[in-house]
């Protein structure tokens, strides 16, 4: 049985049990909480940079939080000089950019160094405020927790934080020719584990990771599946129109990879697949199209243009079609118009892009790894795949080859599995989070000054 609690009751993160701490409606939830992202911004352009999925989850979360009342302030670096020191995402919902380093040409890796500028920056927007103008923090990150850590403890709050990824996790399953985490990501998320009233967790297999590789107390770790957008992600007015759009061929196979450009995103996991296709099917050439939507990032950085090279390597620069990042509701159309989102991450600690695609009537084909399976549902609404050999990747496309009708089929399951995803849901069980460490929280500084 699992051990954690999962806000969602779902059968797949095990029981809902009794929240550490007291029921959640027992105490009162936050009026405000202060929610930190030091390395990527709210406003940022998903799929650029060092923003993805996090910068989605932080925008959303915000944004229901508010609706049901907490109000959220996001600290984040300021990386241009053009922005007002506050911005308001939505009613309810300020960005805050602070100035820690300069503006532009700072890798995250240079990040560490300038945490303590950063800090300076949310401290002076504090000592602008009443006292107890925050309830609580909630950093996202391992670079928000350092921030975190130190600002709950000067302001008398509880800290929640949320990982999105771990270092051990990641350098335990690297892909070939990658670069490890360093020594001081690891020991910052060790203090921030142990700082923490609660960690907040996509699944029960990244609960387990907290625990198991960061030696987290299991009773301060809530599982909260990530939502997905469901009013934006919808299967809308279907492929061929959504097609039509994007000026794609009705009647092609199209695997769509979107993300960033990373080797622990493993595009050149999907290349390699449609190489091994084609071989064994060259008819098929004239009717597949390879959609790669999204900019290099991280360790992908140092060989940006290598991906198009493989390509050419490989023989397939004919059918892959390169595209920059782009907006939310241009991705909805790509994966409307997609025939299956192909993920052969690495590590992922949800993998939100999977949730998306399903919502969109799109089925996908993913690692089993991380939380993907629990995002996707394997012979439901697409496939897992456990490793990273591209054959097998390969033989999971030629079954949307050979049974077109399978990508309306799996498509139809998938955006009926999404719906169990929205992010009200996600919202409501994070405040219960908040609720039950506030009330922790207080019961400990009763017990320290009684």
């Known amino acids: 049985m699992s051990q954690y609690v999962s806000r969602l009751g779902s059968t797949r993160t095990g029981p809902r049990l009794r929240f550490p701490g007291g029921f959640p409606g027992s105490s009162r939830k936050p009026r405000r909480i202060a929610m930190l992202s030091v390395h990527t911004s709210p406003l940022h352009q998903p799929g650029t940079g060092d923003a993805g999925g996090m910068n989605v989850y932080i925008v959303e979360l915000a944004k229901r939080l508010a609706?049901?009342?907490i109000e959220v302030e996001v600290f984040t670096r300021a990386t241009t000089g053009s922005l007002p020191p506050a911005v308001e995402l939505a009613p309810g919902v300020l960005v805050r950019?602070?100035?820690?380093?300069?503006?532009?040409?700072?890798?995250?890796?240079?990040?560490?160094?300038?945490?303590?500028?950063?800090?300076?920056?949310?401290m002076q927007a504090w000592a602008g405020q009443r006292p107890?103008?925050?309830?609580?923090?909630?950093?996202?990150?391992?670079?928000?927790?350092?921030?975190g850590w130190l600002a709950a403890q000067r302001w008398g709050v509880p800290l929640v934080h949320a990982m999105h990824t771990m270092a051990k996790v990641k350098n335990a399953a690297l892909a070939a020719g990658d670069t490890p985490e360093p020594a001081a990501r690891v020991i910052g998320e060790t203090q921030i584990v142990n700082a923490s009233d609660r960690l907040i967790a996509n699944t029960a297999e990244e609960a387990?990771?907290?625990?198991r590789f960061y030696d987290a107390d299991p009773s301060s770790v809530a599982v909260v599946h990530p939502g997905v957008n469901l009013d934006r992600f919808r299967p809308a007015d279907g492929r061929a129109a959504a097609r039509a759009r994007l000026g794609l061929p009705q009647d092609a196979l199209i695997p769509l990879?979107?993300?960033r450009i990373q080797p622990l995103k493993a595009p050149d996991v999907l290349l390699r697949a449609v190489a091994v296709l084609l071989e064994r099917d060259p008819s098929?050439?004239?009717?597949?199209?390879?959609?790669v939507v999204g900019g290099p990032s991280g360790s992908g950085l140092a060989k940006p243009e290598g991906l198009q090279k493989l390509a050419a390597r490989l023989g397939i620069a004919d059918v892959v079609r390169f595209h920059p990042p782009v907006g939310q509701d241009r991705l909805a159309d790509w994966f409307r118009a997609a025939s299956v989102l192909v993920m052969p991450s690495y590590s992922e600690s949800f993998g939100l892009v999977a949730i998306e695609a399903q919502a969109a009537g799109t089925p996908v084909v993913a690692a089993a790894v991380g939380g993907l399976p629990v995002a996707v549902r394997d012979g439901g609404s697409g496939f897992l795949i456990p490793g990273h050999e591209p054959e097998a990747y390969a033989r999971a496309l030629e079954r949307f080859a050979d049974a077109p009708e399978l990508v309306e089929r799996m498509g139809a399951a998938a955006a009926a599995h999404a719906q169990s995803f929205g992010w009200d849901t996600a919202a409501s069980a994070t405040a219960?989070?908040?609720?039950?460490?506030?009330?922790?929280?207080?019961?400990?500084?009763?017990?320290h000054h009684g």
């Open 257 to 259: 990879f979107a993300g």
């Open 432 to 447: 219960d989070v908040y609720t039950a460490a506030l009330a922790d929280h207080r019961r400990r500084a009763r017990t």
């Open 97 to 122: 950019h602070v100035d820690a380093g300069p503006y532009e040409g700072l890798a995250k890796e240079d990040l560490p160094a300038q945490l303590c500028a950063f800090t300076h920056g949310v």
């Open 67 to 69: 609706a049901i009342n």
């Open 132 to 147: 107890g103008y925050y309830d609580l923090v909630h950093s996202h990150y391992w670079l928000s927790g350092q921030v």
């Open 208 to 211: 387990d990771e907290l625990v």
């Open 284 to 291: 098929l050439r004239s009717r597949i199209v390879v959609p």
